[in-house]
Nanobody, 124 residues
Framework: QVQLKESGGGSVQTGGSLRLACATS????????MAWFRQPPEKAREGVAT????????QYADSVKGRFTVSQDHAKSTMYLQMENLKPEDTGVYYC?????????????????WGQGTQVTVSS
C-alpha cells in the first residue's frame, strides 16, 4: 500500500507562485508512474503532469507547459510541483497519484493510489 500526502496549497493572486509537495510512504514510487492531477470547481479531474520512471521523462499538460515544473527528492521520498505565473484557471484541488507499475503512465485510470488533495486558489 502506497500512501501519498499533498501539502503546499493556498491562495495567491494572478502571477503568483506556489510549490506543492507530495510525501510518499514507499520508496517504490521511484519505479512507478507518478503524476499530478487537478480538479477545477465543477469540472472533471484532469492531468497536469506525469513522470515515466523508465526514461525519467515528464509530460506536461499544454495549459501548464513553461509554468509548472515537477521535481523529485528521492532521499525524502517527495515529489514537488513548482507552479509559476499562476492564473485563475489554475484554481482547483491538486492531487498526487501513483500507478501500480512503471507503465503505462498516460491515463488517469493507470493510477491507483491518490492523496487527499490540496486546494489552490488563484484570484484575479
Amino acid at each position: 500500500q502506497v500512501q501519498l500526502k499533498e501539502s503546499g496549497g493556498g491562495s495567491v493572486q494572478t502571477g503568483g507562485s506556489l510549490r506543492l509537495a507530495c510525501a510518499t510512504s514507499h520508496h517504490s514510487t521511484q519505479t512507478r508512474c507518478m503524476a499530478w492531477f487537478r480538479q477545477p470547481p465543477e469540472k472533471a479531474r484532469e492531468g497536469v503532469a506525469t513522470r515515466t520512471p523508465s526514461n525519467k521523462q515528464i509530460q506536461y499538460a499544454d495549459s501548464v507547459k513553461g509554468r509548472f515544473t515537477v521535481s523529485q527528492d528521492h532521499a525524502k521520498s517527495t515529489m514537488y510541483l513548482q507552479m509559476e505565473n499562476l492564473k485563475p484557471e489554475d484554481t482547483g484541488v491538486y492531487y498526487c497519484a501513483a500507478a501500480s507499475s512503471s507503465w503505462p503512465c498516460e491515463f488517469k485510470s493507470d493510477y491507483i493510489y491518490w492523496g487527499q488533495g490540496t486546494q489552490v486558489t488563484v484570484s484575479s
